[in-house]
């Protein structure tokens, strides 16, 4: 698995801040299990895990692009996480908005 905080900047509208568990399938393409979503202050606003969205999570495509194609994409920022950070977030997400 994949772990990974992206930050997408939009002109004129604002930040998206997502960090995504993924599986590659490819090397171009991941899938996504997990994914929390914060806000520009880093605050949790949602989360998603397969079809179950709590809060205000935006439900992301299934299959995603793969980390190493993310710099080919203009306003996006990536780091990747180690399974324990995604981990302690998760749980973070899970307690604030209910498992």
Do not use: N
């Not at 994409?73 to 399974?83: F, K, N, P, S």
Request: hydrophobic share 35%; net charge negative.
């Amino acid at each position: 698995m994949l772990y990974v905080r992206t930050t997408f900047t939009i002109p004129g509208v604002g930040q998206s801040i997502h960090i995504a568990e993924l599986e590659p399938i490819g090397p171009h393409t991941c899938r996504m299990h997990r994914m929390i979503e914060l806000d520009p202050q880093g605050v949790i606003r949602g989360s998603v895990h397969g079809t179950q969205i709590k809060g205000e999570a935006t439900p992301p495509m299934q299959e995603v692009p793969h980390p190493d194609t993310y710099e080919q994409y203009e306003g996006i920022q990536a780091e990747h996480l180690d399974a324990a950070s995604f981990q302690a977030l998760w749980a973070e997400a899970e307690a604030k908005l209910g498992s």
